[in-house]
T-cell receptor, first 112, second 112 residues
Framework: SQQGEEDPQALSIQEGENATMNCSYK?????LQWYRQNSGRGLVHLIL?????REKHSGRLRVTLDTSKKSSSLLITASRAADTASYFCATDPWNTGNQFYFGTGTSLTVIP | DGGITQSPKYLFRKEGQNVTLSCEQN?????MYWYRQDPGQGLRLIYY???????QKGDIAEGYSVSREKKESFPLTVTSAQKNPTAFYLC???????????FGDGTRLSIL
């Protein structure tokens, strides 16, 4: 399987704390993306980082990419209860045409 | 506002029945995708289409069929050959392979 794997599977933190999620993948990629999914809804795109980039920021989100270790991390700073959701990484491998491969997700709970 | 509309939100299938899930987008995106989401397994690609009248199988195409007669529409038929169809089905679109995915809000399919 070319799916990525997120770690941890579940994370529970207090409001105001930072949340860090990790994604590991198996093959060389063009880019890696992070998505968020609220319960029973579709996924929403958060951020895209290309293979030649190492770090990217968007508001309270910080994404890093280490292509030598085939891993990425998503940091959410100053978390809010509204950040409670599942977070998925998706990779765009070199040799698979127009496909995106999603990981199994991290379920984040932010306690008010 | 532009987006992706999936219908119905909930669908029930009887044994031996084919059912069709609708996906319509007004984003003028060329590429469209169908994913299946099962608990704990992330998203798996069923079919994708890069242009009208062309589509490719994803990792789990058996028991499913699609058509792409119009740029805006990418319906998915779950055939009676799909023995375990109970899942959450997500449709997505993108401008091209280098871009992010925009998702609909999904159709939850169950067996009667």
């Amino acid at each position: 399987s070319q799916q990525g794997e997120e770690d941890p599977q579940a994370l529970s933190i207090q409001e105001g704390e930072n949340a860090t999620m990790n994604c590991s993948y198996k093959t060389s990629i063009n880019n890696l993306q992070w998505y968020r999914q609220n319960s029973g809804r579709g996924l929403v795109h958060l951020i895209l980082i290309r293979s030649n980039e190492r770090e990217k920021h968007s508001g309270r989100l910080r994404v890093t990419l280490d292509t030598s270790k085939k891993s990425s991390s998503l940091l959410i700073t100053a978390s809010r209860a509204a950040d409670t959701a599942s977070y998925f990484c998706a990779t765009d491998p070199w040799n698979t045409g127009n496909q995106f491969y999603f990981g199994t997700g991290t379920s984040l709970t932010v306690i008010p | 506002d532009g987006g992706i509309t999936q219908s119905p939100k909930y669908l029930f299938r009887k044994e031996g029945q084919n059912v069709t899930l609708s996906c319509e987008q007004n984003l003028n995106h060329d590429a469209m995708y169908w994913y299946r989401q099962d608990p704990g397994q992330g998203l798996r690609l069923i079919y994708y289409s890069q242009i009208v009248n062309d589509f490719q199988k994803g990792d789990i195409a058996e028991g499913y069929s699609v058509s792409r007669e119009k740029k805006e529409s990418f319906p998915l038929t779950v055939t009676s050959a799909q023995k375990n169809p109970t899942a959450f089905y997500l449709c997505a679109s993108s401008i091209d392979r280098a871009d992010s995915l925009t998702f609909g809000d999904g159709t939850r399919l169950s067996i009667l």
